[in-house]
């Protein structure tokens, strides 16, 4: 009964280091995509991708990279970290397309950097 | 983008229904509206989502305004596990790029 996996939970960075941050579903969705919350806020679309092979961006992808190469995992690079990325990110899943569809959304990572 | 409008909080007794509004005057066509609600450190889960007519589902409730610029969420009988911060989503339509709009969201308090 797994879902949607994040992992890590917690990571802390120091600026200028890269990291990973990784997401699998078991559910054969064909949708992934990552939103970041920042404190009080809802969340924000980072990157997105339709099925294996295809990504494209959301409405904050600065910062970011993602590739798909399959089907199960998405995960979420970050090439030189910044404070500014400190947040908590959320990996979601779908069968369909976000507007029709429901999402599967995995528990969090939470990541500072210093 | 299409944006919607929440109250910030609002406040319900246990076993009684809870009417949660939300705005969204700029919605388009095509639009699905999505609820989603979210416990504290969890991540969001999903309640209901329709297009044009209410929709019921083991959760919860969805009334759409006619003219769909606005819609009420309705828990029927609201549990202190009920309690949570509750968004009323649109998709986000920025760059022809597929997600949801988080807003802010109404935080509910369920008092026992």
């Known amino acids: 009964n797994a879902g949607v996996t994040q992992t890590p939970k917690f990571q802390v960075l120091k600026t200028g280091q890269s990291m990973t941050l990784q997401c699998a579903q078991d559910?054969?969705?064909?949708?992934m995509s990552w939103y970041r919350q920042d404190p009080g806020m809802g969340l924000r679309l980072i990157h997105y991708?339709?099925?294996?092979?295809?990504?494209d961006q959301g409405e904050v992808p600065n910062g970011y990279n993602v590739s798909r190469s399959t089907t199960e995992d998405f995960p979420l690079r970050l090439l030189s970290a910044a404070p500014s990325q400190t947040s908590v990110y959320f990996c979601?899943?779908?069968?369909?397309?976000?507007?029709?569809?429901?999402?599967?959304f995995g528990e969090g990572s939470r990541l500072t950097v210093l | 983008d299409a944006k919607t409008t929440q109250p910030n909080s609002m406040e319900s007794n246990e076993e009684e229904p809870v009417h949660l509004p939300c705005n969204h005057s700029t919605i388009s066509g095509t639009d699905y509206i999505h609820w989603y609600r979210q416990l504290p450190s969890q991540g969001p889960e999903y309640v209901i989502h329709g297009l044009t007519s209410n929709v019921n589902n083991r959760m919860a409730s969805l009334a759409i305004a006619e003219d769909r610029k606005s819609s009420t969420l309705i828990l029927h009988r609201a549990t202190l596990r009920d309690a949570a911060v509750y968004y009323c989503i649109l998709p986000y339509s920025g760059g022809g790029a597929d997600g949801l709009t988080f807003g802010k969201g109404t935080h509910l308090i369920i008092q026992p």
């Open positions: 559910m054969n969705h064909e949708y």
């Open positions: 991708s339709v099925g294996a092979g295809i990504t």
């Open positions: 979601a899943s779908s069968s369909g397309l976000a507007n029709t569809g429901e999402l599967f």
